[in-house]
């Protein structure tokens, strides 16, 4: 089993910023590639973003190229999202998730190719 914990949401004004966390715990963290997702309410679960467990190979959704960064920490077993130039329409609640036996240098954007998932953390973009 993989425990993740996600911290950082909040409320920011547009244009702002904020640094998402999540904490694994369980299992060895650099045995799966990570990603970030995020859903609201009445809306299908999003890909934001995901990172190899080389931490080499990454992959943004188009509405956040440029303005999101995914990185990871293999000895602190973290995995960060930093959200820079928010928009109101980032505003929902954030998903961390763990894929194991994803090959080293390689990720997907398929939230059914996950196998664990955090409880999310909202974060609230006002215009």
């Known amino acids: 089993q993989v425990q993740l914990v996600e911290s950082g949401g909040g409320l920011v004004q547009a244009g702002g910023s904020l640094r998402l966390s999540c904490v694994a715990s369980g299992r060895t963290f650099s045995n799966y590639a990570m990603g970030w997702f995020r859903q609201t309410p009445g809306r299908e679960r999003e890909f934001v973003a995901a990172?190899?467990?080389?931490?080499?190979?990454?992959n943004y959704a188009d509405s956040v190229k440029g303005r999101f960064t995914i990185s990871r920490d293999n000895a602190k077993n973290t995995v960060h999202l930093q959200m820079n130039s928010l928009k109101p329409e980032d505003t929902a609640v954030y998903y961390c998730?763990?894929?194991?036996?994803?090959?080293?240098?390689?990720?997907?954007?398929?939230?059914?190719?996950?196998?664990?998932w955090g409880q999310g953390t909202q974060v609230t973009v006002s215009s």
């Open positions: 998730a763990a894929d194991l036996g994803r090959s080293y240098l390689s990720v997907t954007s398929t939230p059914d190719m996950y196998d664990y």
């Open positions: 990172i190899s467990r080389s931490g080499s190979t990454l």
